[in-house]
């Protein structure tokens, strides 16, 4: 077992380092005259096949910051296995069958187009793994959406069922104290944001007690933290960490660069399930994912 593969398997970071909508039926008829005969059943009418689709509840979710849970569309997805998406800021992210993947979701009133889709590189087995090829698949087909009470449902270009999800009861984390992250990109050496490697997960943890723990792929780090949760700024103290050596170099490169821009940190943001750490200027250092709750 390599050292990567070992710490791909840590538990947390901390630990390691201490409805449809109604129909509405209108009918009305004038008084009858005596004697009156007994009341008739107001005529149900059904849907035409080709009628539009109903408009959104005044109450329903938004595209955007909820997390969507996927319940039809992948006929290969095993018992157990959920796959969810998160949209928002221009791009979309979620777990697959297998991976959590990401892509750019260009949106202009009910239409949406999204990839190219990207991914870790996990492979889970010839079931989840052939699931995950046709959601991708499926992702890459999707030209317009539908929300209908907590449904989501994503269409192709002629209007044929692609995929559809339901509302996750849990809201997007809104703050950093207790929430787990994980890592999409960092700034690299150059201060341009670069992707996680697609081999390895990197993933960060605010603890409740001050403490803050995160792991790019080998070793774990951690350090205290100090937030103001209403100025929106976020300092970190001394980062200590594990001093194993991983391959391939690039993980190391990794870890280095990510801790790096962890400690220039003067500031967050918290919008649709997206964290981004910035420097003093305002300079995107770190964006993550926010892990489902439980």
Request: hydrophobic share 45%; glycine share 12%; with cysteine.
């Amino acid at each position: 077992m390599t050292r990567t593969s070992r710490a791909l398997r840590t538990l947390s970071p901390l630990a390691a380092l201490a409805a449809a909508a109604a129909l509405v039926v209108a009918c009305g008829g004038g008084a009858s005259p005596s004697p009156s005969p007994a009341p008739s059943e107001p005529p149900v009418t059904s849907p035409s096949p080709d009628a539009a689709p109903p408009s959104p509840d005044a109450a329903a979710p938004s595209l955007d910051g909820t997390r969507w849970v996927l319940v039809r569309g992948l006929a290969e997805l095993p018992d157990g296995a959920e796959v969810d998406a998160i949209f928002g800021d221009g791009r979309v992210a979620g777990q697959g069958p297998c991976n959590r993947y990401f892509a750019d979701a260009t949106v202009a009133g009910s239409s949406l187009a999204i990839g190219p889709v990207g991914s870790t590189k996990m492979s889970c087995g010839p079931a989840l793994d052939g699931a995950e090829q046709a959601y991708v698949a499926a992702l890459g087909t999707v030209a317009a959406f539908a929300i209908s009470g907590s449904a989501l449902t994503l269409l192709d270009a002629n209007g044929g069922e692609v995929l559809v999800y339901e509302a996750a009861a849990a809201a997007a984390a809104t703050g950093l104290t207790g929430s787990t992250w994980t890592v999409l990109r960092y700034a690299g050496e150059t201060g341009a944001l670069v992707a996680v490697l697609p081999t390895t997960e990197a993933r960060v943890e605010f603890g409740a007690d001050g403490r803050f723990g995160g792991t790019a792929g080998c070793n774990s780090f951690g350090a205290d933290y100090t937030v103001d949760e209403t100025a929106g700024t976020l300092t970190f103290g001394m980062f200590a960490a594990t001093m194993m050596m991983c391959e391939p170099p690039a993980l190391m490169a990794q870890e280095t660069n990510l801790v790096a821009a962890l400690g220039r940190t003067a500031a967050f943001e918290i919008a649709a399930g997206t964290l981004r750490l910035k420097d003093a200027s305002g300079a995107v250092l770190v964006e993550a994912e926010a892990e489902p709750a439980g």
